[in-house]
């Protein structure tokens, strides 16, 4: 069974730059899509952005497209979600999930597997 773990958030002032991570185990496919997703203080899950198996493809939302860059190492690794210039509507909790759907990516309902999540504090 596949595992995520999340890393990396913390505090930050707006305008910095923050990397959380997503550390991947246990079996993947090549069909596997790892998305971030994140949710805000009173606010809905939103997704924000993924990444496919061999790391050639590449989905963001609209919201976070120019600021956020998702990438990994290699086929099947851990997946990086590099955010600059930070806002503080960016506080939320980041989590990564996995998924061996195709096309859907930016639906969460189709995510079967999901990190614990890790918190980002952006101050003014």
């Known amino acids: 069974q596949v595992q995520l773990a999340e890393s990396g958030g913390g505090l930050a002032q707006a305008g910095d730059s923050l990397r959380v991570s997503c550390a991947i185990s246990g079996p993947t496919g090549s069909a596997e899509c790892t998305g971030w997703f994140r949710r805000a203080p009173g606010k809905e899950r939103e997704f924000v952005a993924a990444?496919?198996?061999?790391?050639?493809?590449?989905y963001y939302s609209d919201s976070v497209k120019g600021r956020f860059t998702i990438s990994r190492d290699n086929p099947g690794s851990t997946v990086y979600l590099q955010i600059n210039s930070l806002k503080t509507e960016d506080t939320a909790v980041y989590y990564c999930a996995s998924t061996t759907a195709i096309g859907r990516y930016g639906d969460p309902e189709v995510y079967d597997t999901w990190g614990q999540g890790t918190p980002v504090t952006v101050s003014s």
């Open positions: 990444i496919n198996w061999s790391g050639y493809n590449t």
